[in-house]
């Protein structure tokens, strides 16, 4: 079997003699699809022949305009982005001189992409707009999907999920029941292991991304399969598989360093050093990280990629205490943010400062450390109401591990190590302005954390207890509940619920159909069952529990073959099988929680 690698290799040599522009002829419809293809697989011959191609006077301005798309989007691909942005220039100045086409769409669609790198996602989010106008009018089903894909990635990065996760999910409702090429659909997966990486979803995120990956191997697609493959390397390092991260990454440089790919020859080491960082093994990280840097001034403008570079070579710094050093990238990032025009100013910019905090304290500059600390925090408020459950998680962290430590340096080694100066100020009767110092940076930093340990614990269950292909409450919020139930001595019954023969389903129809039957038994149980009493939940796979809160079971038979009928009136479009289900039913007996929880396992597995 063939690696990945010799792959690339051969994709890249594979028509590397062929004319690739000969088939642009009449029949346009077919031969941008042609010429297209041609591009995925063979982008550095194919590149020359468009190059020839534009010279050419007879094109009429549609044919030019989608030439030149093309050939911005392969100098992206390749990292020569100074060549990417002045031919979308050319493209955008020539699509303003003829009537909307097809072409138009192709245009607006990839340069969103190219805007996304720039990090302007204002300007990304309106190319999108434009394309999709332009595809509803043409009524092109293939070209909206790419558009939502993309569509999809830019809401993840302006840290918009939920709406990022409806488009990506409506469009790959739609790939499910209509046929589409391998290439959108490879487009649709890369976005949606964007999305599920980032939101820690990670054995989704590894499904997508090998289904993106295969896509590229089967259709020898390299300009699309190398950007898979990042994702596919950042699914792994995410998830913690550090042998797998590190194969990817050195899969990924030999690529580059093969075709001399300046964009990737930035990824890979950037991908590895941070493997070091995960192993600790610092030295090594900022060799990686060095090799980075060599080609980021080519090959990268998107400034949240130089930051994160540079606050990794800072925590590798850090490690070896050698703050100065450290230090300084920190002020470097500081100076890319300085004119980092973007929504993710805010996350980029407090990611640096909590980075810097820890700096200073490794190096017992506390007066320093309180005061990032004082900006950090008021980045933290003003962000609040669009990422509040985010920060909260990352604030309850961060000011857990840092209290106890401030703390205890200012209550010991802190206090010590200043005893001269405190003498100082006492004799010159200052000596109480510095211990209300002291004592105001503890206290603030201590009702903080106490204020987002307060909001976390209150907020918890609405933001983290939901199942995210359903919509059900998941297995916290059920002993969260059930405590509750108990405490009150609520009279209820559990009843459980178990897909028969789920798996069955799943190998004959597939993952995707699969969910979708989860999906529609979700629906049935909330038509079934009152929602503002009875609590639904997702224990996990194809197993449910409900919390049954009415004191008579008269009607419990009834809402169960409710259930039955609505979920097989729905999945008739799916699968030609019935699908069924084992319940059982637990009355509540002033057991334990730990008792309950033990019998609806055994319930469930029974």
């Not at 391998?182 to 990670?202: H, R, V």
């Not at 800072?314 to 920190?330: D, S, T, V």
């Not at 604030?395 to 209550?411: D, I, M, N, T």
């Not at 799943?506 to 999906?519: P, S």
Request: hydrophobic letters at 45%; aromatic letters at 12%; glycine letters at 4%.
């Amino acid at each position: 079997m063939k690696s990945f690698v010799q792959i690339l290799i051969c994709v890249l040599l594979l028509g590397s003699g062929q004319n690739v522009v000969a088939q642009f002829d009449q029949n346009w419809s077919k031969a941008r699809l042609d010429l297209e293809q041609q591009v995925l697989v063979s982008p550095s011959a194919s590149l020359q022949e468009i190059q020839l191609k534009l010279k050419n006077q007879t094109l009429d301005p549609e044919q030019q305009l989608f030439l030149l798309t093309l050939q911005a989007r392969i100098e992206f691909f390749k990292g020569e982005m100074s060549a990417a942005k002045s031919s979308f220039a050319k493209a955008d100045a020539l699509q303003k001189s003829f009537a909307l086409s097809w072409s138009h769409g192709y245009f607006f669609m990839y340069r969103s992409y190219f805007a996304i790198e720039e990090g302007s996602l204002d300007s990304a989010r309106q190319f999108i707009k434009q394309a999709r106008s332009t595809f509803v009018a043409l009524k092109d089903s293939e070209q909206l999907i790419r558009v939502a894909a993309l569509e999809g990635v830019v809401l993840i990065w302006r840290e918009e999920y939920p709406e990022a996760l409806k488009v990506l999910q409506d469009a790959h409702a739609f790939i499910m029941r209509n046929q589409v090429s391998e290439t959108t659909q490879l487009t649709l997966y890369d976005a949606l292991t964007a999305y599920y990486a980032t939101m820690k979803y990670f054995d989704k995120g590894l499904e997508f991304a090998l289904l993106a990956a295969n896509f590229a191997k089967q259709n020898s697609n390299i300009l699309d399969g190398l950007p898979a493959k990042y994702n596919l390397c950042l699914v792994y390092l995410r998830s913690e598989k550090l042998n797998e991260t590190e194969q990817c990454y050195l899969e990924m440089a030999e690529v580059a360093q093969q075709f001399s790919l300046p964009r990737y020859q930035f990824w890979a080491p950037s991908g590895l050093g941070k493997v070091a960082l995960a192993r600790e093994q610092w030295h090594e990280a900022l060799d990686y990280f060095a090799q980075a840097q060599e080609n980021e001034f080519s090959a990268i403008i998107n400034p949240a990629h130089l930051i994160v570079l540079r606050n990794n070579q800072a925590r590798a710094l850090m490690a070896i205490n050698n703050q100065a050093a450290a230090l300084g990238k920190i002020k470097e990032s500081l100076a890319i943010i300085k004119d980092y025009h973007s929504p993710l100013n805010n996350r980029y910019l407090r990611q640096t400062l909590k980075l810097q905090a820890e700096i200073l304290v490794g190096g017992k500059n506390y007066q320093s450390a309180v005061k990032v600390l004082s900006d950090y925090i008021a980045l933290i408020e003003e962000s609040e109401r669009e990422t509040k459950a985010i920060l909260e998680q990352e604030a309850k962290s961060f000011y857990g591990a840092e209290q106890h430590r401030l703390q205890l340096a200012l209550a010991d080694q802190k206090l010590e190590a200043q005893a001269a100066h405190v003498k100082e100020l006492q004799q010159q009767k200052s000596l109480m302005i510095a211990y209300v110092l002291v004592f105001l940076a503890t206290v603030f930093c201590g009702l903080l954390f106490w204020y987002f340990q307060g909001q976390f614990k209150a907020n918890k269950l609405k933001y983290y207890s939901k199942d995210p292909l359903t919509g059900l409450f998941n297995r916290l919020y059920l002993h969260d509940q059930l405590e509750k139930l108990i405490y009150s001595h609520a009279h209820f019954s559990i009843v459980t619920l178990d897909l028969t023969r789920f798996k069955a389903i799943n190998d004959r129809f597939g993952y995707q159909v699969g969910d979708e039957i989860i999906r529609e038994f979700a629906k049935a149980l909330k038509e079934s069952f009152r929602e503002d009493r009875d609590i639904i939940v997702r224990s996990g796979g194809e197993e449910f529990v409900i919390l049954y809160c009415t004191e008579s079971h008269n009607n419990l038979p009834s809402r169960l073959e409710a259930v039955k009928q609505r979920l097989n009136e729905r999945i008739t479009r799916l699968v030609d099988v019935e699908v069924q289900f084992d319940s059982q039913v637990l009355e509540y007996n002033q057991q334990g929680l730990a008792t309950l929880l033990v019998q609806i396992d055994n319930a469930l597995r029974g």
